[in-house]
């Protein structure tokens, strides 16, 4: 009887070591797909956030964590990439979030100028309910990219919400909470831009930021 029992554990031994070395092997095999995979994505972000030839360094490599949870929507440090051109200072690329979504977290990578415009908007993820609070969405609409060109002082802070709170944009068919959401995450990104953008361009690449203080509510 012993004899089985010892038989039947070097068995699930084997089987278990076996399990082991293989998933390490599909784990190397899989990991460089990954990585061009993640590499990629980030590429596209950049050609939908900057202008073709506004930058000759490469923003996936040049960026700060930043922690400013009443800026970014977020305790956690989110990324800020920044894109340069002959070394100076051409546009910010703000990780951020709208914590106050109608179903949760709606994130968002926000291209700003060094002039202080958003120069583009992504959405990296959100749980939105579909065919209504994700009219944000490009495929849906173009209510992001009627954002462009936008900054501070145009509109007026006052202007930075949707019509129904007396600001200059249009909420969704139904849904108010969402571009709510979205226009505080975009206002907040350009206020931090605004309010600490030299400390953000000069930092060491992989440096931590951290801000405290709260932007001006419009």
């Known amino acids: 009887m012993t004899r089985k029992l010892w038989r039947g554990a070097a068995t699930l031994g084997a089987v278990v070591l076996a399990s082991v070395i293989l998933l390490g092997v599909l784990q190397l095999a899989t990991r460089d797909q990954v990585a061009e995979a993640e590499q990629a994505s980030a590429q596209r972000a950049l050609a939908v956030l900057l202008p073709i030839g506004s930058f000759d360094n490469n923003p ?5 964590w930043v922690t ?5 929507g977020s305790e956690q440090p989110m990324r800020v990439k920044r894109a340069r051109r002959e070394s100076a200072l ?6 951020t979030v709208a914590p ?3 179903s949760g977290d709606i994130r968002l990578l926000i291209g700003v100028s060094a002039t202080g415009k958003v120069l583009g908007i992504r959405v990296l993820a959100h749980r939105e309910t579909p065919g209504l609070g994700d009219a944000f969405e490009p495929s849906r609409s173009d209510w992001l990219a009627r954002l462009r060109g936008l900054a501070l002082g145009a509109p007026a802070l006052s202007g930075w919400r949707v019509k129904r709170d007396g600001g200059q944009f249009d909420q969704f068919a139904g849904a108010t909470i969402t571009p709510r959401a979205v226009l505080g995450a ?3 990104s350009l206020q931090l831009a ?3 953008g030299e400390s953000l361009a000069a930092a060491p690449s992989g440096s931590e930021l951290r801000f405290s203080e709260a932007p001006q509510d419009p």
């Open 60 to 64: 996936n490599e040049d960026a700060v």
């Open 68 to 72: 400013a949870p009443h800026y970014l």
């Open 186 to 188: 975009v206002r907040r």
């Open 194 to 196: 605004q309010a600490h």
């Open 90 to 95: 051409a546009a910010l690329l703000i990780e």
């Open 100 to 102: 106050d979504g109608y």
